[in-house]
């Protein structure tokens, strides 16, 4: 009888696992993916406050992971007005938040890769001048691994000598740029023994005339060497700025265009 | 025992009768004859499941005055065994040996039914087997469930040297290309004109790419489409007697590259290339080709991402 739980909780887990069943709904709106830690991750990372899940926010992901450790994951908000927020969180995953962005001037789309650990829903939640979270995501299956594997960069000895190094491009568009930028960081996320927590935690971009264009915090499951994509105001020149979690600086000034392209 | 425990128990009971009274698993496998004394054991057009066992896969056999030559063993100990087994009914002459084309577990993870023969591969493939063997074992039973117990990698334990190598009045030639994996063997058969090219062609099924060079591939193609041949066995889906096969693997890989490539050269995220823009018809109605070509994204976008990245104007002092 090894199928047959004999622990409260897990009758729990089977129960609430039902489709169909929903004996402990939580307040509010229903999860449209059905996850049993929804309840959990709204009122612990949105302390309970006022949302809804709208079909506006975007999280494009592939159904199912190829490569644990680079989950390509681009979170859409651009057709909500007046976005001051975005918190994406994988809630399945042993370190629930991924990112946060204030897009201030920049649109509300932010691309980049994210480590998953197993199958899980992955959330962006967009706080609108509302005062309401505006909830999308979907679900990627996965194999696993990818949060308590060491990254490659800590198994190569030369990683330290390219810490928080920068390569970027612009791409002009109809409105601004798109920028897409790489910053070289281990990632680590600390659930590797003998490894501890390394990453970097926040990094923001000004304009030429130092005008803040968008704010972001990085947390540990964001992918090793992180790759992000924005779509910001501007012509292409732009001071990137942050650091990690060990006080290590990331700085940087993008000139825009391409080497030899000139800068458009 | 109350009515709120009861759901949870039925299913329970439900799971752990599939399980005592499964019935023998079968892969069904019937040689098909393809040229005097030469089979294929066709498998199907799809992703592993537990339905399929794993059985996407085309193994053959040759049956010589001196035995049977093997061609790829199959994605278990279980098929491997019925391989077999289906040998058996078709011919009294003993298996002599085998040859596993690629280290992809599809085509060697049978090899433990034919431990007692001598088993060859090419030098890179017997590498990559040695190194991720155990870990394609664990990914093929999570896909394909209880088809995969008792599964055990056994590394082929003979280095293939390129060249003709005759079997009771047969002349094979052995060709090491790479592009689909770092080592990929060809077998023609020049008395019959059959032609294993194991996964370097694919027919009516989207190209696999987890260790592909795309560059290195096409010109492994470019030279099988020299050899001659009278019947081409693909690694995956139908026996052709002509050369489509090829020029269709062909052509998938070249949309494949030159689109990926264009998506990083004009900034596009690799989320935003998982719907791939505007395939071609013939690119499209390729078995599993939605799933394949999100695969490819995370295999081969990266590359080309670095690449268009890297040549952007950043000034930068680092300690
Ligand atoms: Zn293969």
Not at chain 1, 95 to 106: G, S, T
Not at chain 1, 167 to 177: C, L, N, Q, S, Y
Not at chain 1, 186 to 207: H, S
Request: charged share 20%; proline share 7%; glycine share 10%.
């Amino acid at each position: 009888m090894r199928y047959l739980p004999d622990k409260p909780v897990a009758w729990f887990v089977l129960l609430v696992l039902l489709p169909g069943q929903s004996l402990l709904a939580a307040a509010g709106p229903e999860d449209p993916l059905g996850s049993f830690m929804w309840a959990e991750m709204h009122a612990r990372l949105l302390r309970g406050e006022p949302v809804v899940f709208d079909d506006r926010v975007r999280v494009l992901m592939p159904a199912e992971a190829e490569d644990s450790m680079n989950v390509p994951v681009l979170v859409d908000a651009t057709a909500l007005a007046d976005v001051e927020r975005i918190l994406v969180f994988a809630e399945l995953n042993p370190i629930h938040k991924v990112l946060e962005m204030r897009p201030h001037r920049a649109a509300a789309r932010i691309g980049f890769r994210l480590k998953v650990q197993q199958a899980t829903p992955v959330r962006a939640a967009v706080l609108a001048r509302d005062g309401t979270w505006h909830v999308g995501g979907s679900i990627v299956d996965a194999a696993g691994g990818g949060c308590t594997a060491p990254s490659i960069g800590s198994a190569n000895p030369d990683w330290a000598s390219r810490l928080g190094e920068v390569a970027a491009r612009t791409w002009p568009r109809e409105d601004g740029v798109r920028l897409r930028m790489r910053v070289m960081h281990p990632m680590d996320t600390g659930l590797v023994a003998g490894i501890p927590a390394f990453y970097i935690e926040e990094l923001e971009l000004r304009d030429a005339a130092g005008e803040l264009a968008t704010e972001l915090w990085l947390y540990e499951p964001v992918a090793e060497n992180p790759v992000l994509t924005l779509d910001l105001p501007g012509s292409g020149r732009f001071t990137v700025s942050g650091r990690d979690n060990n006080g290590n600086p990331v700085l940087a000034e993008v000139l825009g265009g391409e080497a030899g392209g000139g800068a458009r | 025992m109350n009515g709120f425990r009861c759901l949870p128990l039925v299913l329970v009971l439900l799971m752990l009768s599939v399980d005592a009274f499964a019935v023998k698993r079968d892969y069904g496998l019937v040689p098909q004859q393809v040229a005097p004394g030469t089979y294929v054991l066709l498998g199907f057009n799809e992703h592993f499941n537990f339905r399929n066992g794993g059985n996407i896969v085309n193994t053959g056999f040759i049956v010589t005055d001196a035995g049977v030559v093997v061609i790829d063993t199959g994605p278990s100990r279980l098929y491997g065994e019925q391989m077999r087994e289906a040998i058996a009914k078709v011919t009294d002459q003993p298996v002599v040996k085998v040859f596993n084309t690629h280290l992809h577990p599809d085509h060697f993870l049978g090899n433990q039914a034919f431990e007692d023969l001598p088993e060859a591969a090419l030098a890179g493939t017997i590498e990559g087997i040695r190194q991720n063997g155990e870990m394609f074992n664990e990914s093929l039973y999570r896909l394909c469930g209880p088809w995969e117990a008792g599964t055990r990698v056994v590394v082929p334990g003979l280095v293939v040297t390129p060249g003709v190598e005759e079997v009771g009045g047969h002349r094979l030639r052995l060709i090491g290309y790479d592009g689909h994996t770092d080592a990929d063997l060809a077998i023609l058969d020049e008395t019959t004109g059959v032609l294993f090219a194991g996964d370097l062609v694919f027919h009516g099924r989207a190209p696999t790419t987890p260790h592909a060079d795309i560059g290195r591939w096409l010109a492994s193609l470019d030279a099988l489409a020299g050899l001659s041949f009278s019947v081409l066995v693909p690694g995956h889906g139908a026996v052709s007697t002509n050369d489509d096969p090829i020029r269709q693997t062909r052509d998938y890989l070249v949309w494949l590259r030159d689109g990926l490539k264009r998506g990083a050269e004009q900034g596009s995220d690799m989320a935003e290339l998982l719907s791939p823009r505007e395939p071609p018809a013939s690119i499209r109605r390729l078995a599993v080709f939605a799933a394949e070509y999100q695969r490819s994204v995370a295999h081969l976008f990266p590359a080309f991402e670095r690449a268009a990245i890297e040549r952007g104007r950043v000034v930068q002092e680092l300690d």
